[in-house]
């Protein structure tokens, strides 16, 4: 496996464009266009959130549908959440839009949405932004950091990735783009994420792979513990590749999942450190535990805590914090048999040994949580199951950003 | 019933001291000491997180015993959690302490702990604290607030009640005090609390009505979503106002339960109004919900939202975060149903009717939301249960606080 340069236009056959078509955002791009010249197998995991956002519930319907998946149209500024029926007639109008521009059927068109809440879309700006936006489509790198870009909200880097994999001699990339800030938390696709690859692939084998390895990257990251209404994560295979269909699991099953799993986890991380507000990326790595499910349940619990996330931001050892997270997260243990570790670049440090507290250097311990990007490594010393969950540090611009999102 | 001035040392036989034994705040009062001057029936409420204080043990073993509680020793400055084998030892240093100045039986001493985690306490400064209070035990009015301000750690207002109920002709009384202002969220009994009566009651009554008002009352507080390692409720009745016994279900014990209810929800509203950093109460009243805990998971999702919580200090009517925070509670319920509106001293504003948002006047929501206390209002008309959670807002001096709690 081999990174390459770019993102969703890397693999063959995906375009992209984008446009500023004025939807809440002034002066900035603000809607983009996922293109690919031929039908795609599609798989997505969608936000678990009971309040689901119109366009969440169209995407699922046309992956459901096993039809084929050829376009998405994103908009950045608002959601199309809680917007009840006026909220589905301009997710279809949108779709619509593109059947009419690029002659694909409109329930081959995904849509996504993200922004405020409980606001109406302005249905004549999508369609023009889908018409200017078909014209412009094209498969360069560019257009796919353009595209990328456009749908940012409170996120202040660009994120997306590309890599390559060979499968029996033949070159298969997958290209991804994500965003997410805020509003973001586990047990879902965590918002919305798009990649593209060229690889010929069963559409019910591509759903297994892309569930499991966003169960281990998107679903492991945290900003606020805010599951939102638009989280999604779409995949779109065209075949281009020419690979040997993969239809069961094997050498080529695994290659695949690898680099899948290497793009999603890239761009989850990316995603946690891009927190709203945040100065540094927080791991939690978990070792030792029981079960699988533990150590997920363990480690989740320490990224997500407001306290602890809150020392992250402090530089502050205060290791009872993530204990106290670890304590309350659902999973049983002993924290007799507990070691916890402060890590980053500039070291590792224990201060806690099988229930006690070590008297720790804590100058050593200041250096380390100075780091950009600080793990929490917890020894259960109950099993073998480990996880790692990332999240990011609490901080003044997160309360900042989200006292008047709306303004 | 009737509300009357002072706290613990309200009801007939409880004396209460305070001193600064200088554990680790400096020119302050750090510990407190509650007595009854005849042995009394316990109940109590304790965390539910698995990382217990040692404090927390030592107290469930004396509830759990039916042995009489006569005594509470009470530290702020160190929680006494993860300490080990020590942590349980400086326990049974304090209690022992209290059997040699008082001459109660040591294992009638409750000990609770507030403060940071995984430091030791220094058992010298204890023990001499524990003499110190021992000979200036009081029953006045001041006695008892001075105790409840000694506990007090980033709280930033003292927080006590006391009120009187007729039962059968006699006067009882109940006390209380509680402390709390991070590290607190719903599903245990929040942070350190003490209610003493004179009320003659069975421990077994005591234990029920206990448990059932703290799941309606400090069950129902978040401040930051993290369930502390030391959360306790004791509540220690000397049977004193010569009551005719409760010993079953009846006139006496609805009174007495209502009784003890006000005042459990006057400390659990006055933690949470004084979260940390907070500038305003955040109340979530949901209404004909398909069942009681529907009704209390989508209330405590609500106040328990970063972003919802921003948004309060924002003074924003952003409400699709609350409909997102409900829609990933874990409730099952049809967004075509709810009815949402913000409400305060103010007035009152509808803001999404059954599935679509409303445009509303945004000068109206502004003021309401300016209130010291905000209400967001949800109708779900899917049946007949309702709930009441509270929060606090998220402030930039939460942030602040937190960053360097330890220093």
Request: proline share 1%; charged share 20%.
């Amino acid at each position: 496996m081999k990174v390459i340069d770019g993102g969703i236009t890397a693999a063959k056959g995906f375009k992209a464009a984008s446009t500023a078509a004025g939807i809440k955002y002034q002066n900035r791009t603000d809607m983009a266009m996922v293109y690919s010249t031929e039908p795609c197998v599609s798989a997505g995991t969608f936000t678990s959130n009971v309040v689901k956002a119109a366009c969440v519930q169209w995407d699922m319907n046309i992956v459901k549908s096993g039809k084929p998946m050829q376009a998405v149209v994103i908009n950045s500024g608002i959601a199309n959440a809680c917007t009840g029926q006026e909220g589905f007639d301009a997710c279809e109008a949108t779709a619509k839009g593109v059947e009419k521009t690029l002659g694909v059927p409109f329930d081959s068109v995904a849509v996504a949405s993200t922004g405020v809440i409980g606001m109406q879309l302005p249905v004549d700006k999508l369609v023009a932004g889908v018409e200017d936006m078909s014209a412009k489509l094209d498969d360069s790198i560019l257009a796919g950091t353009d595209a990328s870009k456009a749908i940012m909200t409170t996120d202040t880097v660009n994120k997306e990735i590309a890599v390559e994999v060979e499968l029996g001699g033949k070159t298969v990339t997958i290209g991804g783009m994500s965003k997410g800030s805020g509003m973001i938390h586990p047990n879902m696709c965590t918002m919305l994420a798009f990649i593209g690859t060229d690889a010929d692939i069963d559409k019910a084998i591509l759903q297994e792979i892309v569930s499991d390895v966003v169960a281990d990257s998107f679903n492991m990251i945290t900003v606020d513990g805010d599951t939102s209404t638009n989280d999604t994560l779409l995949c779109m295979a065209n075949g281009l590749a020419g690979n040997a269909k993969i239809t069961s699991k094997g050498a080529d099953y695994d290659a695949f999942k690898e680099a899948l799993s290497y793009v999603c986890i890239t761009l989850a991380k990316r995603m946690a450190a891009d927190g709203e507000g945040a100065s540094k990326l927080f791991e939690a790595k978990v070792i030792n535990a029981k079960s699988k499910e533990d150590a997920k349940t363990l480690s989740r619990a320490i990224v997500g805590s407001n306290l602890s996330k809150a020392a992250i931001f402090g530089c502050d050892a205060n290791f009872g914090r993530f204990l106290c997270a670890m304590g309350y997260s659902g999973a049983e243990f002993d924290q007799n048999n507990v070691e916890l570790f402060f890590e980053s670049a500039n070291g590792k440090l224990e201060v806690f040994h099988k229930g006690t507290p070590i008297v720790f250097d804590e100058d050593k311990a200041l250096e380390i949580m100075k780091a950009d990007a600080v793990t929490v490594l917890v020894n259960m010393n109950e099993g073998q199951a480990s996880a790692t969950a990332w999240g990011c540090d609490l901080t003044y611009d997160y309360v900042k950003i989200n006292a008047d999102y709306r303004s």
